[in-house]
């Protein structure tokens, strides 16, 4: 009986725990989060191998369609997205540019964490762990995105991490902390009304 405590004892020691791979992950972070927000950091490495631009801010999902991506250094600039419309607010040149979602947020990068429906507009495939984190890969179906293939990376059911290589050669690399899942988040998160005497371009 000692034996077979002590190979038991032996045998939990050498266990690893089994961590769901990257599209489960995705699939149970669709299946249980309407809402979200967290701290995001960008980083965007270009082709030339010039020095990476780096920015910083907080972000609110609500699904579908629902955003709101606020950059607060080095400078500042506001997208919203109410499920309908993209505005995209310029403090410094006090500037609006307001376009209609329309199909083309369902094949997005945003509509990874934000939209719906994802096997109609992606195709998508496990890809490989590092450092305790699960990746999926994500390609457009249609041949007018402006993007190439978006990596996505999850630990514990939640994104941490998110890779975009465009059509120019270009990677974006943005990371996720103090994520909640499931916060209440008011309606007027996802609205935005243009400031007075601002230029506002577009529909």
Not at 177 to 187: D, I, V
Request: net charge positive; aromatic share 10%; proline share 5%.
């Amino acid at each position: 009986m000692k034996r077979l405590l002590c190979l038991f004892s032996i045998l939990a020691c050498h266990m690893t725990p089994v961590t769901a791979g990257g599209l489960d992950q995705l699939k149970s972070f669709l299946d249980t989060n309407r809402s979200s927000r967290g701290v995001f950091t960008q980083t965007v490495i270009a082709k030339s191998g010039r020095k990476p631009q780096q920015s910083a801010g907080i972000f609110a999902l609500q699904r579908p369609g629902k955003f709101r991506w606020s950059y607060e250094k080095p400078y500042k600039q506001l997208l919203v997205s109410d499920g309908n419309k993209l505005w995209s607010y310029d403090p410094d040149l006090n500037q609006v540019a307001v376009k209609k979602l329309g199909t083309a947020f369902g094949a997005s990068p945003a509509a990874l964490l934000a939209g719906q429906d994802l096997d109609k507009h992606f195709v998508l495939k496990e890809g490989a762990s590092a450092d305790g984190i699960e990746f999926v890969e994500a390609t457009p179906k249609g041949g007018d995105a402006s993007f190439e293939r978006v990596k996505i990376g999850f630990a514990a059911n939640r994104p941490v991490s998110m890779e975009i290589h465009d059509s120019f050669g270009q990677v974006t690399v943005l990371r996720f902390t103090q994520f909640e899942a499931n916060p209440a988040l008011p309606a007027a998160l996802f609205r935005f009304v243009a400031p007075a005497g601002a230029d506002v371009v577009g529909d």
